[in-house]
């Protein structure tokens, strides 16, 4: 069945509040709902109520306390003749044990948990299961109190009693009105960590994190993360936290990262738990900004919701764009402007795997996407980044104090409302009435509903009789699945120009002083600008700075030109980008069947940064890192992904041996200084000198690999420690097995880094043709789990999506067992096997031995009779497109 953006209509009744009571039980939890309902102004009088239901058994329906009649349909019921204003009272059986898919009440660990976007709520009572619903909620928790000692949902704590036979009762009543799928209960054995914070506003807020009993040790960091979030949305858009207390749940069985539920959010262990011995750099920064994100969807998702599953980019693109912010925000003040950079190429390589390679595939839609089978394929990189891109855009065309205007205008418009994205580009517009934004918003729209990756193509004149230079701008827009012939969209083009001694160049345009750094803003399909006043002999033009806008530039920049950008650009972000390109040119060439080949200008242009003190460490990892095997493998027609692993491993290899002494120089000069610590800086230093360390392990030199075998064992963090034993396993050094075994014994008892051990060796370079065979061990392994997310991710994902040159085999047997996983994890949990169903998104691409076997899997899954609704969208989409 296909829900249609064009199909909809406004809910015929509001449910203006709700008294749920809880009756928990793992085997048999009875869920009792009070709702006072009221035909809405403007409906017909004999519009029908329809309500949701999904997986659960109806015990009792009244209206107005008497047995009605009512029709059911599949997962629907459908009450008529209904009086304008009543009480409707519905009590439903559901199995919390044996909900293996997550969505809806399900037990993790011995304890009630809950998730509800998009469609759970179904799952645990009849109702109208849409965000345009909004309602009070007032809920009873009862529950076997030793069992279950810990009672939350959302908003404040009204009374906690004592019951008999062992039982108690928690009652919870938020005072906000809310959609339904912002409602959340936990029950459980928990601990939690918590603190009091007086906000800017002078009120003071109650905050907890909560978790399983041994785990409180890991919980500062999400603490920390937590208040940062709370100051930085009150400086930076004036918005506090509204709630007395505010509440973070970790759970272990999650679908996917965190769930911003109105008071008590849940969230993925991953995203909570850290502690220097467990926990990563990058695991540091991941729980900074999701707690950041859940946190400020308080206001762009809760306050302000979406008014159909169409618009979730209205929530989703808004907050992400409001993480990244926060997040850029924090590593500039810690470590300057060249921090921010660091952050903000950090999210662009994310945008351009993920989500480019999205735009280009089957599954490609906008934005705001038109139609779904399935809602939860459409939590996606196009979705969240490419809409975060979007907002970029708009702030970038009304400057960062327009945006705060716009943000304003927002809430004052909409605050307790559902409403669309319309809604919000109209409301930046018109709070900035002058802006480029306001003047072409039919055309800037378009990045709401046009699919497909704009490219654009740039070329540049010099003409020193006139002194000017002229660059003209064309923008074309590929035809993606459903879409064709698309409308010019408005791209900002953030550019400078330098000079041939690398200076930056006035800007003069229209007569007019530009400085040295401007956005042009293309509206038309092609568009010419002349700058003025050029007395250069060469210009080299700086395009897209700070990645401006998410296209893909085409400008045929001779290597030069990148060896200048490299050098001199004040952008460090196209300084980067300079780096990426030379990179990526001299790996294509060699996938192409040339030998590969390192010039001198090259590497001495990756020696000048490796030795240049003035940069961040941080950025110096993030240049010397070579483009991913799935972004490399999307700039080519045709696609051997073991041919573009081989080409990417002999370009590692080559810059091992030829900047060897650079290696050994960062290994020796990035000692640590002190004791671990997550800040920036020293995590840049980390990151730098294991980079130095995995290139050092590439010589193969067996001292060395003593060395880093050492490491494993004696390293004072988790970052250094796996970084070390990700070395071994990346060169397939005799030394890995011993250090997996030590690295496993030690950690058995920690879930989240036994997921990092399963994945390290899944998504390992296949040396020996036998990397599928151990990837079925693993799964052997008695901690191997389907059911959990986080387990089966670290295997099956790690091999299927993050290991192309291991998983894609001329004999098609990557593709057979990314088949019969599929199947198996759909009988389980159809969201998690949707997503692994998406690893073959790019068949189409790739060469014709793969692409036989490719189809033949992909026909294999779409001939099984029972499959999801989930996990048939992406099949069938990839066999149509
Ligand atoms: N709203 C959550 C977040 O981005 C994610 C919910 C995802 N739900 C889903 N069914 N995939 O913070
Ligand atoms: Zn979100």
Redesign the pocket.
């Given at each position: 069945r296909i829900t249609r953006l064009t199909d909809y209509t406004p809910p015929a009744y509001a449910i203006d509040s709700v008294h749920l009571r809880f009756d928990l039980d793992p085997a048999k939890t009875r869920v009792h709902s009070r709702m006072a309902v009221r035909r809405v102004a403007g409906a017909a009088e004999s519009a029908a109520l329809v309500l949701d239901g999904e997986d659960i058994t109806l015990l009792t329906l009244k209206v107005n306390g008497e047995f009605v009649a009512f029709r059911q349909e599949t997962d629907k019921l459908v009450l008529d003749k209904l009086p304008e204003a009543f009480t409707l009272e519905i009590e439903t059986l559901n199995v919390p044990q044996a909900n293996t898919q997550l969505a809806g009440l399900y037990m993790s660990g011995g304890a009630f948990f809950t998730q509800c976007?998009?469609e759970g709520f179904r799952r645990i009572t009849y109702w109208p299961d849409r965000p345009d619903v909004m309602s009070r909620f007032h809920v009873t928790l009862r529950a076997d109190k030793a069992a279950y000692p810990v009672l939350l949902s959302n908003g404040n704590l009204v009374s906690h009693t004592d019951l008999d036979g062992g039982r108690h009762e928690a009652v919870w009543d938020d005072p906000f009105p809310k959609p339904c799928y912002l409602f959340a209960l936990v029950a459980g054995n928990l601990v939690c960590r918590e603190q009091t914070v007086r906000a800017a506003s002078g009120k003071t807020h109650l905050l907890q994190v909560y978790v399983r009993a041994g785990d409180l040790d890991k919980t500062e960091h999400a603490m920390e993360s937590l208040i940062k979030s709370i100051a930085w949305d009150e400086q930076r858009f004036g918005l506090s936290l509204d709630l007395d207390r505010f509440m973070i749940v970790a759970v272990s069985d999650f679908?996917?990262?965190?769930?911003?539920n109105k008071g008590l959010n849940i969230f993925n262990t991953k995203y909570v738990l850290a502690n220097p011995a467990t926990a990563t750099d990058a695991d540091y920064d991941g729980i900074e900004s999701v707690v950041g994100?859940?946190y400020f969807?308080n206001w762009t998702g809760n306050r302000i919701t979406c008014r159909d599953w169409f618009q979730l980019s209205l929530k989703?693109g808004l907050t992400v764009f409001r993480d990244q912010e926060f997040s850029q925000d924090l590593a500039a003040a810690a470590g300057g402007e060249s921090a921010r950079a660091v952050k903000r190429i950090e999210d662009v390589r994310v945008l351009r795997t993920a989500q480019f390679s999205e735009d280009a595939g089957p599954m490609a839609h906008p934005v705001r996407p038109e139609q779904y089978q399935a809602i939860?394929n459409f939590?996606t990189a196009t979705v969240y980044e490419k809409g975060a891109e979007v907002v970029r855009m708009m702030q970038t065309l009304v400057g960062r104090a327009g945006f705060r205007k716009g943000m304003d205008l927002y809430f004052q418009r909409f605050d307790g409302q559902a409403v669309t994205c319309d809604d919000f580009a109209q409301a930046m517009a018109d709070a900035n009435p002058q802006s480029p934004l306001a003047q072409h918003l039919v055309a800037f729209k378009r990045w709401y509903s046009q699919a497909g990756t704009p490219h654009l193509h740039a070329s540049g004149s010099l003409d020193p009789a006139s002194r000017t230079y002229t660059l003209t701008l064309r923008q074309t827009l590929p035809d993606t699945p459903g879409q064709s012939d698309k409308q010019p969209q408005v791209i900002p083009v953030a550019m400078g120009l330098l000079g041939p001694d690398g200076a930056a160049l006035p800007l003069w345009l229209d007569g007019q002083d530009k400085g040295s750094d401007t956005v042009l803003v293309l509206t038309e399909t092609e568009q010419t600008f002349t700058f003025g006043n050029i007395d250069a002999a060469a210009v080299t033009p700086s395009l897209l700075r700070r990645f401006s806008a998410p296209v893909i530039l085409d400008y045929a920049y001779p290597d030069a030109d990148l060896l200048h950008l490299l050098a001199h650009d004040a952008d460090p972000f196209n300084r980067w980008e300079a780096a990426q390109r030379l990179t990526l040119a001299r790996v294509l060439a060699a996938v192409r069947g040339d030998e590969l080949q390192l010039d001198p200008a090259y590497l001495d242009a990756l020696r000048a940064v490796l030795r240049d003190p003035k940069l961040d460490p941080a950025f110096k990892e993030l240049l010397l890192t070579p483009p991913g095997e799935s972004y490399i493998a999307e700039q080519l027609d045709e696609v051997d992904p073991p041919r573009i692993h081989r080409a990417r491993q002999a370009l590692r290899t080559a810059l091992a041996h030829e900047l060897a002494d650079d290696w050994q120089a960062l290994w020796d000069s990035l000692t640590p200084q002190g004791g671990y610590s997550p800040d920036f800086a020293s995590a840049g230093r980390r990151a730098l000198r294991n980079l130095a360390q995995a290139h050092l392990c590439e010589l193969g030199q067996t001292s060395w690999l003593g060395r880093v075998y050492q490491r494993v064992k004696d390293a004072d963090n988790m970052t250094d420690r796996f970084a070390a034993l990700a070395a071994l396993v990346q060169v397939g050094a005799e030394l890995a097995k011993p250090a997996l075994e030590r690295f496993a014994a030690q950690f058995a008892g920690e879930a989240l880094v036994m997921d990092k051990w399963f994945a390290l060796q899944a998504s390992s370079p296949d040396h020996d043709g036998r990397q599928l065979d151990r990837v079925r061990a693993l799964m052997q392994h008695p901690a191997f789990s389907l059911q959990n997310p986080n387990r089966a991710r670290s295997v099956l994902f790690a091999y299927c999506q993050a290991n192309p040159g291991a998983f894609h085999r001329a004999d098609g047997a990557g593709y057979a067992f990314w088949a019969e996983q599929v199947q198996a994890l759909d009988a389980i949990n159809p969201?998690v096997a949707a997503r692994l169903a998406r690893a073959l998104d790019r068949w189409r691409k790739l060469a014709p031995v793969y692409r036989d076997a490719a189809q033949q899997a992909l026909r294999s899954v779409a001939d099984s009779a029972m499959l999801s609704s989930d996990t048939r969208e992406i099949i069938e989409r990839a066999l149509a497109n």
């Open positions: 976007e998009a679908n996917m990262g965190a769930m911003e994100h859940e969807h989703e939860d939590y969201q």
